[in-house]
Each structure stands twice: as structure tokens, then as C-alpha cells.
């Protein structure tokens, strides 16, 4: 619960680099912990095996003189009392302490400390029994490592021996941990400063990205991130982020062209109208005059309005949200209905128009008959006088295709993938003159993405044109 409410809270207020920086201390120090700690282990453990050894030695050879002299000989009183004062390089006092079966002392290191016996096992020392009778024993300012072992005193009577070395001073260095604790501090500290500094680092060409980003505006589109420059986690983003602008680019310029097309369109017809009122206005004119007037301007009229439906059903059918009501409609009905518009057209260029085959298909039919009309007008309008337009329907796999071949002036084939652009026009000056705007592909297109369908053309100039258009049934 707790975790679920802090997450968010550091997503948000900590920033990547802090949070980089901490993990890397974190981490560094857990590192520097565990080893400090299993070095500190370890030299304790050396520490003591030399001890635990000297023990042992010490153990041995007065057993051996005990085997082999008197209580009172030389040799034990050498071993036992006078003792040296060190052992090996270290400044080590140890005593020896040999007590008889009724645990009386019977002879002792002078200065020997008071430490009482545990359990006094008069058993035969044994390896196993060795190594358990370690101990270490306190008092307030000494610390001692000592050894309770049964010892064969002479004449075969059993007693006990302890030896014990005064461990205080190897005690008094391994329990200083300060130096320990420093270290570890300063080395988290320098950790810190190494995470930042690396973090900092890390992150600069994200900073170099962000100024970039930064400085893109409408005007200056075509700056560039140079995903070479950045590091490989980031070039990846370098090079989405310059392919997103590709997109906007371009989207931008047809939306530039495109507005630029269409203040030309409307330019033409609305200069027409003003030279047409202006030189009519310039003095009287008969009735029928002004009716003729009137006529020709109600033409540009139309011609506007026209324009203006089709941006607007352009604009609708952009929108991603736009739903459009489907009922199922048969395919070779719909194009009869389109046909017999266009038959008078037909037949005054003397073009034969069929249709063959049949289908359903799911779709709306108002949407159908203006993208079948459009492609019908066009093909009525560049193909010659005693041609053929061909309408052919075929179902398969769920999908109907229908298929649209003309023998006109068919189209070169550089014009192909521009001919769904708003506006363009194979030959504007020809196709101005037949009323055409170049909406009607575009306005094609956009019903046949509205149906998930998809077009396709192929076109040889003097022979013809062929579209093809496949919807799911
Ligand atoms: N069936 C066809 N045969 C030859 N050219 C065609 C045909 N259909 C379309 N075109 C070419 O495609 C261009 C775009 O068509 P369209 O968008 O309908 O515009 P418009 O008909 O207003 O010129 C036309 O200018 C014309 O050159
Ligand atoms: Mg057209």
C-alpha cells in the first residue's frame, strides 16, 4: 500500500539522474560492505588460527615434559614459569596452569589469572576434545584465549592443564571498527560523487536531444536530431523522433499545398463573377442581357459550391471518428443507377458502358454511387468518342472486387502515385476546361478507406485505364 503510493511520487518528483545516482551508491555500498565485512572475517579468523595453534603447540610440549620429568624438574619449571613474554612477533603473555585430580593448583605461571575450570573432563585429551575446550574469557580490562585440557601428570595420576594467553591487545585492534566505519563512509561518499558525475554524464545527450526538440517550431521543421551523435539507446529515439518529423513535414507541406490549391480554385470562379458584373455594370444592357449574365455567373456558383461540398466532405471523412451507416447493397444495381445519370453523356460521345457479374456488399449506398460516379465521369471524360468503359464484378474470399477498364487517353505513369492528391491534375488546362478540380480521386480514396477497401490503377497513356477496387463483402 505504502510502496503503491510512493512510486508514482518518485517517478515523478525524483529526476532519472537521482535516481541513477542513488542506485549506484546504493549498490556500490552494499558491495564495499560485504567485502569489508568478509575481509574483516577473514584476518579475525587468521588472527585466531595462529593463536588457536600456538595453543596447541604449547599444549604438546608440556604434556611431552610431563610424560617425561618430575613436577619439580628444570625443564617444566622453564616451560611453566618462566614463559616468555612474547610469542612470534606480537607481544602475547600466556600462563600455564596445572591443577592435580582434586583441582589443586600444583604449579602455575607467576601473575597467572584467576579463571575458574568448566566441567574439568579428566578423559585422555582427544582432537575433537582439544578443539572444544577453547574459550575465551573476559574480565574488565583483559581478554583471554585459553585452553582447559587433561593432562597424565608423572606416576600416571590424572590432572588438568590450562593454558591461557592474554589476548587483549590482538582483542582491542580487531574490536576498533572505527577505521572500518571511516572507510566505508568515505568510500560511499566518493560512490556518490562517481554515481553523479556518471549519471550526469549519461544523461547529457538526452539534454542534447531535448535542446533540439526544443527548437523545432512550424518554422524551422526541418532541423534534425543526428542519431549518430547520440548513444545506442537513444539513437533509436533520435531516429523515431526524425522520422515523426518526416511525417509532420510532409503532412505540413499538403496541408500547405493544399490550401494554397484551394484559395486558387476559388480565385478563378470569383474573378470570373467580378469581370463579369464589372463589364456589365459598366452600362445598360437589355433584359435578356442581364439574364444571360445572370446565368453564367449562376454556373461559377455552382462551381463554388461544388468545391466547397467536396472540401467539406473531404474534411468529414478525415476525421477518425467518423462513423458511416452500412446496409447491404448490390453492387451491379448501384452502378446501373449511376450509369443511366451518365447515359445521355454516353451517349453523345457514342461510349458503349457494361457492367458484368454481380455481388452484395456491405457499405453506404449514397457514398457507393459518388465513388462510382466519380470514376465513371472521369472515365467518360478521357476516353473518346466511340470507346468503351467496363464495369466488372467478381466476389471471392469474402471480398468483392469491382473492376473499372476504359480505352482512353489512360494516364503516363509518373502521375500514378500523386493521382489521390487533392487537387492534382494529370493536365490541369484539359481537365479545367471539362469542370474537373482534381477532388474526385481524392474524394474516391477517402470513401474507399471509410469501407476498409482498398484502390489501385494501372494506366498505359493511348490505351486506357484500369482501376481496381476491393471491399471486404
Ligand atoms: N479514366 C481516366 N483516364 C485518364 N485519366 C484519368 C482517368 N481518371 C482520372 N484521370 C486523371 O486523373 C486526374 C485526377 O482525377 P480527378 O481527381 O477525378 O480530378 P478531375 O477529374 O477533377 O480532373 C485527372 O485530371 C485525369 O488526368
Ligand atoms: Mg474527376
Redesign the pocket.
Known amino acids: 500500500m505504502f510502496l503503491k503510493n510512493v512510486k508514482p511520487y518518485i517517478r515523478k518528483k525524483i529526476s532519472i539522474r537521482t535516481r541513477l545516482t542513488l542506485f549506484y551508491s546504493l549498490a556500490a555500498f552494499i558491495i564495499m560492505t560485504v567485502i569489508t565485512l568478509f575481509l574483516y572475517w577473514e584476518s579475525v579468523n587468521v588472527l585466531y588460527k595462529a593463536d588457536y595453534q600456538f595453543l596447541a603447540d604449547e599444549a604438546e610440549s608440556i604434556q611431552h615434559i610431563l610424560q617425561n620429568n618430575k613436577l619439580n624438574s628444570n625443564a617444566l619449571a622453564q616451560a611453566v614459569i618462566d614463559v616468555p613474554a612474547h610469542h612470534g612477533n606480537s607481544i602475547y603473555r600466556h600462563y600455564v596452569r596445572i591443577l592435580d585430580e582434586n583441582n589443586n593448583t600444583i604449579i602455575e605461571t607467576p601473575g597467572s589469572p584467576k579463571i575458574p575450570l568448566v566441567d574439568p573432563a579428566r578423559n585422555p585429551p582427544s582432537a575433537h576434545h582439544f578443539k572444544k575446550s577453547y574459550r575465551w574469557y573476559n574480565t574488565h580490562d583483559t581478554s583471554y584465549l585459553l585452553v582447559q585440557t587433561p593432562v597424565t601428570l608423572p606416576k600416571g595420576k590424572s590432572g588438568i592443564m590450562l593454558i591461557t594467553l592474554d589476548i587483549s591487545y590482538q582483542h582491542a585492534v580487531i574490536s576498533d571498527r572505527k577505521f572500518l566505519i571511516i572507510a566505508l563512509l568515505i568510500s560511499t561518499l566518493c560512490s556518490l560523487c562517481l554515481g553523479f558525475l556518471a549519471a550526469q554524464r549519461g544523461m547529457r545527450s538526452l539534454y542534447t536531444l531535448t535542446d533540439t526538440v526544443k527548437k523545432i517550431t512550424v518554422t524551422s521543421l526541418n532541423q534534425r536530431t543526428d542519431p549518430k551523435s547520440l548513444p545506442k539507446e537513444l539513437s533509436a529515439l533520435g531516429v523515431a523522433f526524425n522520422q515523426m518529423l518526416d511525417r509532420i513535414e510532409s503532412s505540413f507541406d499538403r496541408l500547405k499545398q493544399f490550401s494554397s490549391d484551394l484559395a486558387h480554385e476559388l480565385r478563378i470562379p470569383i474573378n470570373n463573377l467580378i469581370g463579369e458584373t464589372e463589364i456589365t455594370l459598366s452600362r445598360a444592357h437589355s433584359p435578356e442581357e442581364y439574364q444571360q449574365v445572370l446565368m453564367s455567373n449562376l454556373e461559377e456558383y455552382h462551381r463554388i459550391s461544388q468545391l466547397i461540398e467536396n472540401i467539406l466532405f473531404l474534411s468529414r471523412a478525415e476525421n477518425p471518428q467518423m462513423e458511416i451507416q452500412k446496409t447491404s447493397i448490390y453492387v451491379q444495381d448501384e452502378i446501373s443507377i449511376v450509369c443511366e445519370y451518365y447515359e445521355a453523356m454516353a451517349d453523345e460521345k457514342n461510349i458503349s458502358v457494361t457492367c458484368q457479374g454481380k455481388a452484395a456488399l456491405r457499405a453506404n449506398s449514397i457514398m457507393f454511387r459518388r465513388m462510382i460516379s ?2 465513371l ?3 467518360l ?3 473518346p468518342d466511340n470507346g468503351w468503359i467496363r464495369f466488372t464484378i467478381t466476389s471471392q474470399d469474402n471480398r468483392v472486387k469491382i473492376i473499372l477498364s ?1 480505352n ?4 503516363s505513369q509518373e ?1 500514378l502515385p500523386k ?2 492528391d487533392r487537387f ?5 488546362a ?2 479545367q476546361l ?11 480514396k477517402s470513401i474507399v478507406d471509410l469501407h476498409q477497401g482498398v484502390i489501385s490503377i494501372s ?1 498505359m497513356p493511348d490505351q ?2 484500369v ?1 481496381q477496387l476491393v471491399f471486404p463483402a
Open positions: 466519380n470514376l465521369s472521369n472515365a471524360k478521357y476516353t476504359d482512353g487517353i489512360g494516364i502521375h493521382l489521390f492534382y491534375r494529370v493536365d490541369s484539359r481537365s471539362s469542370g474537373g478540380i482534381g477532388l474526385g480521386l481524392a474524394i474516391v494506366s486506357g485505364t482501376i
